[in-house]
Nanobody, 131 residues
Framework: QVQLVESGGGSVQSGGSLRLSCAAS????????MAWFRQAPGKEREGVVG???????SYADSVKGRFTISQDNTKNTLYLQMNSLEPEDTAMYYC?????????????????????????WGKGTLVTISS
């Protein structure tokens, strides 16, 4: 049974940092497309970043240069290092995985999305940034 469990969310001031973790079980995260999404209050869910099994990444313009996705294969865990946080980053952050090695990301209006749906989702972790 595939499970994704996020952690690391919290409340920080603008300019601060957080590192989110996504512990995967039931499959090998590094062999599949993994991604982070977020959903702000009153807004639709949006893609933040995806990482292919070969390490290729696709970031939304709004987080480029501030967020970094990474994996620890020994722990089967995905991370999202978030620096220079802004109030606009306030959202529920979700980890997702696809049963395929390539995320098939595309860009539209500065955002990143994926041609095919993700197969597995975590329950999310809340990030709140105050000004």
């Amino acid at each position: 049974q595939v499970q994704l469990v996020e952690s690391g969310g919290g409340s920080v001031q603008s300019g601060g940092s957080l590192r989110l973790s996504c512990a995967a079980s039931g499959f090998t995260a590094s062999s599949n497309c993994m991604a982070w999404f977020r959903q702000a209050p009153g807004k639709e869910r949006e893609g933040v970043v995806g990482i292919d099994s070969d390490g290729s990444t696709s970031y939304a313009d709004s987080v480029k240069g501030r967020f970094t996705i990474s994996q620890d294969n020994t722990k089967n865990t995905l991370y999202l290092q978030m620096n220079s946080l802004e109030p606009e980053d306030t959202a529920m952050y979700y980890c997702a995985a696809a049963a395929r090695p390539v995320c098939e990301a595309y860009y539209e209006d500065g955002g990143v999305d994926f041609f095919d749906d993700m197969d597995y989702w975590g329950k999310g972790t809340l990030v709140t940034i105050s000004s």
